[in-house]
């Protein structure tokens, strides 16, 4: 009776001891957050936001982003379907909450599948900035 109950507390601890395995490993997978450096976070975009930005940054995100973030910039590009994590959707509340810094930053330095973007002009990059910060009233 005694050897039994130990038997069941043995295998409730192992059954225990895997589920927590399982959701660490589950964790390690998910991406982590990514989040630019303070210095960064802090740039502003040196270019107005205005209609001409704007389009400009609508010009060079047609040339170079939809292919994998679509052309509303919903993070739905033919390319996205081979892809994990997903292009980030620029409409999102979490890439609309990204400072114009931060924005720069990541298109410039890219992670993953997201290519860096560093070798276009800086003009165009904070044009794109502005570009994905106007989609938010849409
Ligand atoms: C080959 C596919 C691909 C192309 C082309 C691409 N991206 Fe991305 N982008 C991604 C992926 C994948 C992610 C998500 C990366 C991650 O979270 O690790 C991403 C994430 C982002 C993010 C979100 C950062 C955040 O806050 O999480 C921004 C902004 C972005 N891309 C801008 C651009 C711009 C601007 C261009 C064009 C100049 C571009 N991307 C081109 C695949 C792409």
Not at 34 to 43: H, M, S
Not at 77 to 94: C, E, I, M, R, Y
Request: glycine fraction near 10%; aromatic fraction near 6%.
């Amino acid at each position: 009776m005694v050897t039994g109950v130990r038997r069941a507390a043995r295998l409730v601890g192992t059954a225990l001891g895997l589920a927590a395995l399982i959701s660490m490993a589950a964790l390690a997978a998910a991406q982590a957050p990514w989040t630019a450096p303070a210095g960064e976070k802090e740039k502003k975009n040196p270019l107005p936001a205005d209609a001409q930005t704007i389009e400009q940054g609508r010009k060079v995100a047609q040339v170079n982003c939809v292919t994998c973030h679509g052309a509303k910039g919903k993070g739905d590009g033919a390319a996205s379907v081979a892809l994990n994590p997903k292009p980030a959707d620029w409409t999102s509340k979490a890439v609309q909450d990204d400072t114009d810094g931060e924005l720069f930053w990541k298109i410039s330095t890219g992670r993953g599948a997201m290519p860096a973007w560093r070798h276009l002009p800086e003009k165009d990059r904070w044009a794109l900035v502005g570009y994905i910060h106007s989609l938010a009233a849409k």
